[in-house]
């Protein structure tokens, strides 16, 4: 995955410069309190997802570059409005937006990065029924977004959560931003016609990174994540780590899991009580199983693609190989 980390390292100066130029306006405030997330990091795969399908289908890479940072900036509207809902105070190792700026400021500034994820967009230099077509696909993204928001909120009230309704919920969450980067960077390369294809592979790309990150909350290692450890287990987010828990452990634990996830306020031992339980469930080894059956169909669809440029698709597989098996 070296190659990848590289290439990325190499576009991401140019999203974040296109980025830096679209977030300046006046109040100053306002757009200082936009800029504090897409700046301070990020692994920039949804762009570098986008640019690499528009590369692999005859795309010029310049080109990429304003739909790509359209992207990132809705991804990190989201993460701004994600992280005053779940009242996280930290997020790639820096205080969140609203705990630096306050609430107020932060839902501003949420809303704003979601505006000018469509200023950026349209600046993009193709034929208008092609320009058209992306914003459908952002759109979609934007909209499917929330509902799966919505979802994830939802069914921290119920314990009756199915695994099917997990997927549904996490493709819709995650999957729909990644899915518009695939759909966007085959209209970026003209190629409309794999359009459809290439959402498809982003929405499964997406399912198999979160179920990774639902994965990283509980093992992985916070100075390498910069989220803090246990968040969901925090939030009583029902993981598909959780459902199969609850499905695979005894009566008695499956109840005392449930009690610790019901608290409103946890404590580090109870937290590591659940983590324990879950992990005694081997609902670990479950979700890893997962994530890979779904990395092998987002690899049957990238074997139907014409490709133009390998280079590009060989990246495209590392990505899917990245989102697996990162720890970060």
């Not at 779940?86 to 107020?104: A, F, I, Q």
């Not at 034929?127 to 799966?148: F, I, N, R, S």
């Not at 005894?250 to 306020?265: N, Q, T, V």
């Not at 987002?298 to 495209?316: F, G, Q």
Request: net charge negative; charged share 35%; with cysteine.
């Amino acid at each position: 995955m070296q190659r990848l980390i590289e290439y990325i390292k190499m576009i991401k100066p140019k999203v974040d410069s296109y980025i830096s130029k679209v977030l300046e306006g006046e109040p100053a405030k306002l757009y200082e309190a936009a800029r504090h997330l897409p700046l301070k990091g990020g692994k920039r795969l949804r762009p570098a997802l986008l640019i690499l399908v528009a590369r692999a289908l005859g795309g010029e890479e310049e080109e990429a570059i304003p739909a790509a940072a359209s992207v990132e900036l809705l991804h990190n509207f989201t993460l701004v409005h994600d992280d005053i809902m779940d009242r996280d105070e930290m997020r790639r190792g820096v205080p969140t937006v609203h705990v630096l700026y306050g609430e107020p400021l932060a839902i501003l500034a949420g809303d704003l990065l979601y505006a000018k994820a469509y200023e950026a967009l349209l600046s993009t230099q193709k034929a208008p029924e092609l320009v058209k077509k992306m914003t459908e696909y952002l759109t979609w993204a934007g909209v499917t977004v929330a509902e799966g928001q919505a979802m994830d909120m939802m069914f921290e009230e119920r314990w009756d959560v199915s695994e099917d309704e997990y997927l549904e919920m996490i493709a819709k969450k995650t999957g729909a931003l990644f899915g518009a980067c695939g759909a966007i960077g085959a209209l970026v390369a003209e190629k409309p016609e794999y359009a459809e294809k290439m959402r498809e592979f982003g929405v499964i790309l997406g399912k198999a990174f979160q179920i990774k990150d639902d994965i990283l909350s509980l093992v992985g290692d916070e100075k390498v994540t910069g989220k803090p450890k246990y968040n969901d287990l925090r939030e009583g987010k029902r993981t598909l780590l959780v459902i199969r828990a609850l499905r695979s452990l005894p009566p008695e634990e499956a109840e005392e899991l449930k009690r610790i996830l019901s608290k409103e306020e946890k404590s580090l031992e109870e937290l590591e009580k659940a983590a324990s339980l879950i992990m005694k469930s081997k609902a670990l080894d479950y979700a890893l199983k997962v994530a890979e059956e779904l990395e092998n169909r987002a690899r049957e669809i990238l074997s139907e693609i014409e490709v133009v440029d390998k280079e590009a698709m060989d990246l495209i597989n590392e990505l899917l190989d990245f989102a697996v098996k990162r720890e970060f």
